[in-house]
């Protein structure tokens, strides 16, 4: 069965560092998201990509966050310069439609800011 | 300010019982209902949707949703000690395509 894979599974990193998130969303789906869910809270939306451009952000999503779509395959978010409370799980999901539901997730990135 | 809101339990159910899970939002127009399981430090797994008022049956789970009351639950029958996990109720913005506005989750636990 198609999933959802992301790499690494656990970044550990120093607050003011850029850190990497990749995801390689399922190969039919055509809108990706990223997600984060610090420990013990809701999941937040962060960012909708479609069509090689962000559909839509939320407030988290500020300038210190990007997307790309780099090839047919990958889909990354990057964080420029990280904070403490950056630390927290980034999920990344693909959905075939545009309808915001039927997102299929990746197992996750657990990022840790020291 | 959207909101979903849920307890967050801790729920417990027999085994063999029917686990029923409850959430509320608060956006009135909302379209799209979706529920999702979340095992301790795994990702959501999408269990059911709805779109429609009445009940969705897939299974062993039941999606209920009554838009003028602006309430979705979801019934578990037969429970079995595997479906103990953190269940996610997600609504899809009213204002979006493609966002989810997330309830803090039921954890539910089924004792043999």
């Known amino acids: 069965e198609p999933e959802v894979t992301q790499t690494p599974s656990h970044q550990v990193t120093q607050m003011g560092q850029e850190v990497i998130l990749r995801c390689v969303p399922i190969?039919?789906?055509?809108?990706f998201y990223w997600y984060r869910q610090i420990l013990g809270q809701k999941v937040e939306f962060l960012v909708s990509f479609y069509n090689n451009e962000i559909s839509e952000k939320s407030e988290i999503f500020d300038d210190q966050f990007s997307v790309e779509r780099p090839d047919g395959s990958n889909f990354t978010l990057k964080i420029r310069s990280t904070k403490l409370e950056d630390s927290a799980m980034y999920f990344c999901?693909?959905?075939?439609?545009?309808?915001?539901?039927?997102?299929?997730f990746g197992p996750g990135t657990r990022l840790t800011v020291l | 300010q959207k909101e979903v809101e849920q307890n967050s339990g801790p729920l417990s159910v027999p085994e063999g019982a029917i686990a029923s899970l409850n959430c509320t939002y608060s956006?009135?127009?909302?379209?799209?209902f979706f529920w999702y399981r979340q095992y301790s430090g795994k990702s959501p797994e999408l269990i059911m949707f709805?779109?429609s008022n009445g009940d969705k049956e897939d299974g062993r789970f039941t999606a209920q949703l009554n838009k003028a009351s602006q309430y979705v639950s979801l019934l578990i029958r037969d429970s079995q000690p595997s479906d103990s996990a953190t269940y996610l109720c997600?609504?899809?913005?009213?204002?979006?395509?493609?966002?989810?506005?997330w309830g803090a989750g039921t954890k539910l636990i089924i004792k043999p």
């Open positions: 997600a609504v899809r913005a009213l204002d979006s395509n493609y966002q989810l506005i």
């Open positions: 956006d009135r127009g909302s379209q799209s």
């Open positions: 190969s039919n789906h055509l809108y």
């Open positions: 709805i779109y």
């Open positions: 999901a693909s959905s075939v439609t545009s309808l915001g539901g039927e997102q299929f």
